[in-house]
């Protein structure tokens, strides 16, 4: 037995059987729900009592299309899905038929360059090489939605450069954002997985100007950091002025709800570049005190 060839499976693949058993004889019995496979009967897959398989479902789709493509670390972006680039900004203002209107507006085109600036660093995080295994770090990551979503997938298209939107499923009908790598868009039923897999490869996370969903996703972040359950990476917000306007964080101290050292959990910046320097300059130091720790 020189020439032995062992086979690497003995039973056929799901694909196989899942093939077979669609060319099924139709009888009573075979047409019965009973009789589809577990995995190819949604009525089953969707009942109250299979939630927590659904969780797994969407922890493991994303994880293994993550693994598959070789993304080794993310560079997470949050925003507004309401702030749109400079020229419809400017259109919207134009169309304003009254005071109350016209403010929001005024805000909006204010607000409409964090669009260029999140587009901008993306360009400068998806121009990093691939590692020397072939993976990619800082890969971007957004919603998936529009504005500054779209701007951050938007800048990682301007180099060439692959990213991700993790989408999820409203009430309103949406789609993903045409910036999104289509292997890599991705749609969530449940908030938390999709908010855990934000946060599982992110290495460096920018919080752009937003609302209430903005506030939910990095708030969970911040918590997450100042409770020692995930190990620091570098929070960027943008826009100093926006964010010590709609959130007092000084207060909060001065209160004694938080410690004055929380407040080191977030850097403010006011430009792509600034961003940048922010990242590299964590992991530079990062990579020092280890080299010291071993020396």
Not at 81 to 104: C, F, G, H, N, V
Not at 153 to 164: I, K, L, P, Q, W
Not at 167 to 177: F, M, R, S, Y
Not at 231 to 252: D, Q, S, T, Y
Request: hydrophobic share 45%; glycine share 6%.
């Amino acid at each position: 037995m020189t020439d032995t060839r062992v086979p690497s499976r003995v039973f056929p693949r799901a694909k196989q059987d899942a093939e077979s058993a669609e060319a099924v004889v139709h009888t009573p019995q075979t047409q019965s729900p009973a009789y589809k496979l577990a995995f190819q009967d949604m009525d089953f897959l969707l009942r109250e009592d299979l939630r927590p398989v659904r969780f797994q479902l969407e922890l493991l789709k994303a994880q293994l299309l993550f693994e598959e493509a070789k993304i080794a670390s993310t560079f997470v972006f949050y925003g507004s899905a309401r702030i749109p680039e400079p020229a419809k900004a400017q259109a919207m203002l134009d169309m304003a038929t009254d005071d109350k209107s016209r403010k929001i507006a005024e805000r909006l085109v204010d607000k409409s360059r964090y669009y260029d600036m999140a587009r901008e660093l993306a360009q400068i995080t998806s121009r990093l090489p691939r590692d020397e295994a072939g993976r990619r770090h800082f890969v971007v990551c957004s919603g998936g939605g529009p504005s500054i979503m779209e701007a951050a997938n938007r800048g990682a298209h301007d180099v060439g450069a692959e990213s991700v939107g993790l989408n999820i499923v409203l009430p309103h009908e949406q789609a993903p954002n045409p910036y999104v790598t289509p292997a890599l868009s991705l749609q969530f039923h449940y908030f938390a997985l999709r908010k855990m897999h934000f946060l599982l490869h992110a290495r460096a996370l920018a919080a752009f100007p937003g609302g209430f969903g903005t506030f939910d996703e990095l708030f969970e972040l911040l918590t997450l950091i100042q409770t020692g359950k995930i190990a620091p990476i570098p929070v960027l917000l943008v826009g100093r002025e926006f964010w010590e306007k709609v959130v007092n964080f000084e207060a909060l101290v001065e209160e004694g709800v938080v410690s004055e050292r929380d407040l080191s959990i977030f850097t403010y910046v006011e430009t792509a570049e600034e961003a940048w320097d922010v990242v590299r300059n964590f992991y530079e130091e990062r990579a020092r005190q280890e080299d010291a720790a071993e020396g």
